[in-house]
């Protein structure tokens, strides 16, 4: 899972959990429930046309507000492979984590629907539409093994 290619979708600056995820679908503990309603209020037409392997690009302080882990399994169940933003909420960055979500912190430049390709390990994003490369941190061995067992908690049943 070091490797991530696909397509972006662009969302602006403090896109909360309320927005991710609105507090009248958390009555179900159905993740596909959640994935059919992700971000629509931010943008209607996400959940019809997002596919596996789609990419989200946020501006500043994605996932802020609450702590429902509701809001990272929405967006990983309606095939997201990957979030990069300028900067995420703390609690959001580590629930995204612990299900396996790849969350990158870096400002690159894309336009809606360019195809981004990521190396996780070598922190290193391409832009195949402007053939621009970006630079992040690069992933730990031990965040990039918890990404490999697809969560946190796998990670531990297949270690211990």
Not at 60 to 82: M, Y
Request: glycine share 8%; charged share 30%; hydrophobic share 40%.
């Amino acid at each position: 899972m070091d490797k991530i290619k696909g397509r972006i979708w662009t969302f602006g600056e403090n896109i909360d959990t309320d927005i991710i995820i609105p507090g009248r679908y958390l009555r179900t503990f159905d993740p596909q429930v959640f994935a059919d309603h992700v971000l629509e209020g931010e943008r209607p037409d996400f959940t019809k046309n997002v596919k596996k392997g789609d990419i989200i690009l946020a501006d500043e302080n994605f996932g802020c507000g609450s702590s429902r882990e509701q809001a990272p399994i929405a967006i990983k169940t309606a095939g997201v492979d990957a979030i990069i933003a300028k900067s995420f909420a703390r609690i959001f960055f580590r629930n995204a984590i612990n299900i396996g979500l790849p969350v990158i912190k870096a400002d690159i430049e894309a336009n809606e629907e360019d195809i981004l390709s990521i190396d996780l390990g070598s922190g290193t994003i391409f832009n195949e539409n402007s053939g621009k490369t970006f630079k992040f941190e690069p992933f730990k061995e031990f965040l990039l093994e918890i990404l490999e067992s697809n969560g946190l908690v796998n990670h531990y049943l297949e270690n211990k």
